[in-house]
């Protein structure tokens, strides 16, 4: 089955400690997009790659990066994690950038912890 | 500020009866508005979604209404079963402008169906 893949499902760091986060699909969507949700909140947008193109959402800490080497794959890296970036990660992706009937596929997320 | 409200946090009803989710929003330029559910462990998956030039589309056991006036939806689940347990998210997107990609999330309503 076509599929968003989030690896890992758990992931513990320190503080401070740089730590990535994979995204993977076999959809051959052109977008990906990264969320943080905290806990009883709202999924928030943070980035997205509409192919090569980043575009980052204008709230976004500095402290969160990403990478897309190519189509499949999508990076979040975190380069000094707080406790407050703890939260789930979820990846998503859609084959068109506009959100008018264009569906948006997520993966089942990663969950950080930040000791 | 949040501009999309699911001022309810859980809802349970008994298997067969109908379930009804709602949903606030206060962007006026809000005009493509979608459902997603969440399983625990899993990513959220669309589910229906309507547009503002309608104010109700139908999908099987579900229906979503739409008052632009009161900018309100709301999702109807008619008969419950079990298992529509889950987390409902709305989510709102603006297709004119420059972020036409994105989905404005609520905080998402835990529906629980009782057999």
């Known amino acids: 089955d076509a599929m968003v893949i989030q690896n890992p499902r758990y992931q513990v760091t320190q503080f401070g400690k740089p730590v990535t986060l994979s995204c993977s699909q076999t959809?051959?969507?052109?977008?990906m997009y990264w969320y943080q949700q905290k806990s009883s909140q709202a999924p928030k947008l943070l980035f997205h790659?509409?192919?090569?193109?980043?575009?980052n959402e204008a709230d976004t800490p500095d402290n969160f990066q990403s990478r897309r080497p190519n189509t499949s794959f999508c990076f979040l890296d975190i380069r000094s994690p707080g406790l407050g970036d703890a939260a789930m990660y979820l990846c998503?992706?859609?084959?068109?950038?506009?959100?008018?009937?264009?569906?948006?596929?997520f993966g089942p997320g990663t969950r950080l912890t930040v000791l | 500020d949040q501009q999309v409200k699911q001022n309810s946090p859980s809802l349970s009803v008994q298997e067969g009866r109908i379930s009804i989710l709602n949903c606030d929003y206060t962007?006026?330029?809000?005009?493509?508005f979608l459902w997603y559910k969440k399983y625990p462990a899993e990513g959220p998956t669309f589910l229906i979604s309507?547009?503002?030039?309608?104010d109700k589309n139908e999908d099987g056991r579900f229906t979503v209404f739409l008052n632009k006036s009161a900018k309100h939806l709301s999702l109807h689940i008619v008969p419950s079963q079990p298992g529509d347990s889950a987390v409902y998210f709305c989510?709102?997107?603006?297709?004119?402008?420059?972020?036409?990609?994105?989905?404005?999330f609520g905080k998402g309503t835990l529906l629980t169906v009782n057999p």
């Open positions: 998503a992706t859609s084959a068109k950038l506009a959100a008018l009937y264009n569906e948006q596929f």
């Open positions: 959809l051959n969507h052109n977008v």
């Open positions: 790659y509409y192919d090569k193109d980043f575009n």
């Open positions: 962007n006026s330029m809000f005009d493509y």
């Open positions: 309507i547009s503002s030039i309608k």
């Open positions: 989510a709102a997107s603006a297709s004119s402008g420059g972020s036409n990609y994105k989905l404005t």
